[in-house]
């Protein structure tokens, strides 16, 4: 819990340095409990808005909504979360209560059109079936703007006077996106008219190799220096995971070498042989978004990461590539693991332009998977 509240501090100062008309709380930012975010709330210089959380007298929480001007037009943004939020993953969730969406999805937009709202937005992080049921209203919402753990990359859609995008929350692109009104389209600007309004959408991809914000890049440099403190001593009283036979379904690169002497060999002179390392000398090596690329990274229940087991299966080993290998070795090879060009798709869950720089995949590929025996 202190590294979460951590890593929520950063991204809530980082938003704020970065400028903000309206912050939207959604079910994983309420992850640390409502009175984190009423904390939260009254020293940040941008507003958190929700349209339906209200305590348990029905009271609202925060803002509903925010009216600002841009683009020569008055802009209203209300957030709405999704009702079948699992409350029973919340802390202290006693202390909060979720309006019908619709219901107020309806007295908003009147509200906003009755102080002269000109584009209308909604922030969610409703399921898709939900947001198209918003579209549908008879009073329009003209953007709405998603977000849910299923989330891609996707096409926007439009669903009646409705423009509909999702975020990517994965954090590996910035979505951008222009809207244009009436008449006032420039010149060959192609887009999606819906209504009155011409959105124009598209996502930027982060590269590694972007340099950082001038004011966020040292205020990330800071945090992940106290993560690693708090980290090293969650992964030291880390309980050993219930699960008896988690993690024995892989043998390690000391059997790999026995029948595979060659490519061994070949692989000790890889990156992939120091790629533990590589996160030790960052302080990283403790921090599970980093550890799944850069080990053996099995997974208990829960995605509950065995630290004491850990030390065996350290740097970027045959089986993080090729799958479990207790099969194989029981069968004494009978038992095929993943092999050829299909081991690509294993290259590109962690060579992604977001985390490396090194995306010319082919010939790496080539150099570590080697023929030799």
């Not at 990517?168 to 420039?186: C, I, K, T």
């Not at 309980?239 to 390690?252: A, L, R, S």
């Amino acid at each position: 819990m202190p590294a979460a509240r951590v890593t929520a501090d950063l991204i809530l100062a980082s938003t704020g340095k970065m400028g903000c008309a309206a912050f939207n709380v959604g079910a994983y930012d309420l992850s640390l409990g409502v009175d984190y975010l009423l904390e939260q709330q009254s020293r940040l210089p941008f507003p958190f808005v929700s349209a339906n959380l209200v305590d348990p007298h029905g009271r609202l929480l925060f803002r509903p909504y925010v009216l600002v001007q841009a683009g020569g037009m008055k802009v209203g943004i209300f957030g709405l979360v999704d009702s079948s939020l699992k409350k029973d993953k919340i802390p202290a969730s006693h202390k909060f209560a979720v309006k019908d969406p619709l219901e107020t999805a309806r007295a908003t937009v009147a509200e906003l059109r009755a102080k002269g709202a000109d584009l209308i937005v909604l922030l969610t992080d409703m399921t898709s079936r939900s947001k198209r049921r918003m579209a549908m209203l008879e009073d329009p919402i003209h953007l709405i703007v998603g977000s849910d753990q299923r989330n891609q990359i996707t096409l926007p859609i439009t669903v009646q006077s409705s423009f509909l995008t999702q975020l990517d929350r994965g954090g590996r692109s910035v979505g951008r996106l222009e809207v244009y009104r009436g008449g006032r389209e420039p010149t060959g600007v192609r887009g999606t008219a819906v209504g009155e309004f011409l959105f124009r959408h598209g996502f930027v991809q982060l590269l590694v190799e972007m340099p950082d914000h001038p004011v966020v890049g040292p205020l990330v440099t800071r945090t992940l220096k106290e993560l690693s403190v708090l980290q090293e001593r969650q992964a030291a009283e880390a309980p050993v995971p219930e699960d008896p036979d988690c993690g024995k379904e892989y043998v390690g690169i000391a059997s790999c070498r026995t029948c595979h002497p060659a490519r061994y060999r070949a692989w000790l002179d890889t990156r992939h042989a120091k790629a533990y390392e590589t996160l030790a000398t960052r302080k990283r090596q403790f921090d599970p978004e980093c550890v799944v690329c850069h080990a053996v990274a099995f997974e208990c229940e829960g995605d509950v990461i065995d630290w004491k087991a850990l030390e065996g299966f350290t740097n970027v080993q045959c089986e993080a590539c090729h799958g479990p290998g207790s099969l194989h070795v029981q069968s004494e090879g009978g038992e095929k693991l993943l092999a050829g060009r299909g081991l690509l798709v294993s290259c590109a869950r962690c060579h992604t332009p977001e985390r490396s720089t090194d995306l010319d995949l082919e010939p790496r590929f080539r150099q570590v998977c080697s023929e030799a025996d």
